[in-house]
T-cell receptor, first 114, second 111 residues
Framework: EAGVAQSPRYKIIEKRQSVAFWCNPI?????LYWYQQILGQGPKLLIQ????????DSQLPKDRFSAERLKGVDSTLKIQPAKLEDSAVYLC????????????FGQGTRLTVV | GENVEQHPSTLSVQEGDSAVIKCTYS??????FPWYKQELGKGPQLIID?????GEKKDQRIAVTLNKTAKHFSLHITETQPEDSAVYFC??????????FGTGTSLTVIP
């Protein structure tokens, strides 16, 4: 079974620039998450999709972050403009629809804002 | 929202010894508690999980216990091996699909 695919693996940008991350979840997984993991901390949920609808985006800084899930499959997360404090690993995860199901994580995209 | 605390932040053990990591959660409605292992440069990988209707679960050298009354759960690794060295995260789920993670424990197994 193919895992969650993310690209790029690494990205370095200057502050105030924009950046986009891509995620392809496991086939058949209705739920998709984007997490932000700052160095030395646990992952923090940014946004959760159920198919192509947003379930929870309460912790997404909407003035600079946006996300979409096209046709309920792939998803993109965008930051515009980036700040130094956005430097982190951005993890995408997916799971089957339903309660208490396992979330499978991708390898993440490491973003460095200079 | 849910608050998950994890201790210790770092743990070093001799190969063959046991390792224990503890987590507490704040919301009594949480009903699913997974544990993830994260190796350098990789995403978290589920190693074991427990649901609120079970007090203990074991999978080979790994076991998890849950005390709903005290709102804490623990990961136990026996007969540790160097390949167990990684960062371990506990998590709690309230709505079924939303996970709140602890701050992580960096485990080092000394050969």
């Amino acid at each position: 079974e193919a895992g969650v695919a993310q690209s790029p693996r690494y990205k370095i940008i200057e502050k105030r620039q924009s950046v986009a991350f891509w995620c392809n979840p496991i086939s058949g997984h209705a739920t998709l998450y984007w997490y932000q993991q700052i160095l030395g901390q646990g992952p923090k949920l940014l946004i959760q999709f159920q198919n192509n609808g947003v379930v929870d985006d309460s912790q997404l800084p909407k003035d600079r972050f946006s996300a979409e899930r096209l046709k309920g499959v792939d998803s993109t997360l965008k930051i515009q403009p980036a700040k130094l404090e956005d430097s982190a690993v951005y993890l995408c995860a997916s799971s089957f629809q339903g309660p208490n199901t396992e979330a499978f994580f991708g390898q993440g995209t490491r973003l460095t804002v200079v | 929202g849910e608050n998950v605390e994890q201790h210790p932040s770092t743990l070093s053990v001799q190969e063959g010894d046991s390792a224990v990591i503890k987590c507490t959660y704040s919301d009594s409605a949480s009903n699913y508690f997974p544990w993830y292992k994260q190796e350098l440069g990789k995403g978290p990988q589920l190693i074991i999980d427990i649901r609120s209707n079970v007090g203990e679960k074991k999978d080979q050298r790994i076991a998890v216990t849950l005390n709903k009354t005290a709102k804490h759960f623990s990961l136990h690794i026996t007969e540790t091996q160097p390949e167990d060295s990684a960062v371990y995260f506990c998590a709690a789920s309230i709505t079924g699909n939303q996970f709140y993670f602890g701050t992580g424990t960096s485990l080092t197994v000394i050969p």
